[in-house]
């Protein structure tokens, strides 16, 4: 089956920090690839996503590129602030005949000290 | 503009009773999820739909019953709580079409199971 296995927190860094999350995944098919970010008392967001092997999604300063080889999808960010405190979710989207369905990692807390 | 709410947003019930969480999405999309939030579990998929009356088991179904009758609403009842059921429940959205996969989420709802 599908599943995400993405590195344990809590991750806690000083402002202007480089933060790097590790996902890899297990799938059949060509996945889609996502980062979700979810806020204190907030659902889940989506943060970026890649839809094939060797894209890159970028948003608010994030990245991740999709790496087939290895299958992973690490998200990094270059400086980091308080704001970004939060639990990112690395997922993968299977299209099936009963629709899409997307399969969660862990979550990986972030806290990121002034 | 009022996307995708949830009620109640929080709900302390105890063993044996059934509780209903509601769902209800203004943008008439055609999947709609349902999803626990345990810690150290992540997010784990108990119900997806592809259109009204049409559902479909997730990863961790059992206890639980949807049902869809308009394309807006997908109501989830635990016919008879357990303490294992305590969690924090999001509905989610989204429109069907491959590699668009972003999930639009409620922002949860608490429930505590005494």
């Known amino acids: 089956g599908n599943s995400v296995t993405q590195m344990e927190g809590p991750v806690t860094l000083s402002e202007e920090a480089f933060l790097t999350i590790n996902c890899t995944y297990t799938?059949?098919?060509?996945?889609?690839l996502f980062w979700y970010v979810q806020y204190p008392g907030e659902g889940l967001q989506l943060l970026l996503k890649a839809t094939k092997a060797d894209d890159k999604g970028s948003n608010k300063g994030f990245e991740a590129t999709y790496r087939k080889e290895t299958t992973s999808f690490h998200l990094e960010k270059g400086s980091v602030q308080v704001s970004d405190s939060a639990v990112y979710f690395c997922?993968?989207?299977?299209?099936?005949?009963?629709?899409?369905?997307?399969?969660f990692g862990g979550g990986t807390r972030v806290l990121v000290k002034p | 503009d009022a996307g995708i709410t949830q009620s109640p947003r929080y709900k302390i019930t105890e063993t044996g009773r059934q509780v209903t969480l509601m769902c209800h999405q203004t943008?008439?999309?055609?999947?709609m999820f349902w999803y626990r939030q345990d810690l150290g579990h992540g997010l784990r998929l108990i119900y997806y739909s592809a259109a009204a009356d049409i559902t479909d088991k997730g990863e961790v179904p059992d206890g639980y019953v949807v049902s869809r009758s308009k394309t807006e609403n997908f109501p989830l009842t635990l016919e008879s709580a357990t303490r294992s059921q305590t969690s924090v429940y999001f509905c989610?959205?989204?429109?069907?079409?491959?590699?668009?996969?972003?999930?639009?989420f409620g922002e949860g709802s608490r429930l505590t199971v005494l």
């Open positions: 989610a959205s989204s429109s069907p079409g491959r590699g668009t996969g972003e999930l639009f």
């Open positions: 943008w008439s999309h055609s999947y």
């Open positions: 799938a059949t098919g060509y996945p889609s």
């Open positions: 997922a993968l989207m299977t299209v099936g005949a009963a629709g899409n369905k997307l399969t």
